[in-house]
């Protein structure tokens, strides 16, 4: 059974930084690749940050870049979220997810999810 555990989230200033695991279980990362996605309150679930699975490298969405860092301990099988110098508008769930074939940082794209963890940013 593949599961993914998010934690690390919680209350932080704005200005603050936070960082995110999701661990892995029942899957490689060596197979499946990693991506974090966010949804605030009354919007949709966004992609903000992806581990392309053709070179390896990075991709941002444009309000997080510079600020946010992906990474993932393969040995481990978890990936990590690295946020700084948050804002009050990256308060959301924060989601982990893995797919398993190539495809845009799109949630529509990803097979497994974890369960979300809050970040909450205040001013």
């Known amino acids: 059974e593949v599961q993914l555990q998010a934690s690390g989230g919680g209350l932080v200033q704005a200005g603050g930084s936070r960082r995110l695991s999701c661990a892995a279980s029942?899957?490689?990362?060596?197979?499946?690749?990693p991506g974090w996605f966010r949804q605030a309150p009354g919007k949709g679930r966004e992609g903000i940050s992806c581990v392309s699975t053709s070179d390896g490298g990075t991709s941002y969405a444009a309000s997080v870049k510079g600020r946010f860092t992906i990474s993932s301990d393969n040995a481990k099988n978890t990936v990590y979220l690295q946020m700084n110098s948050l804002k009050p508008e990256d308060t959301a769930v924060y989601y982990c997810?893995?797919?398993?074939?190539?495809?845009?940082?799109?949630?529509?794209?990803?097979?497994?999810w974890g369960q979300g963890t809050q970040v909450t940013v205040s001013s």
């Open positions: 997810a893995v797919q398993r074939f190539p495809g845009s940082c799109e949630p529509f794209n990803y097979d497994y």
């Open positions: 029942g899957l490689s990362f060596g197979r499946y690749t």
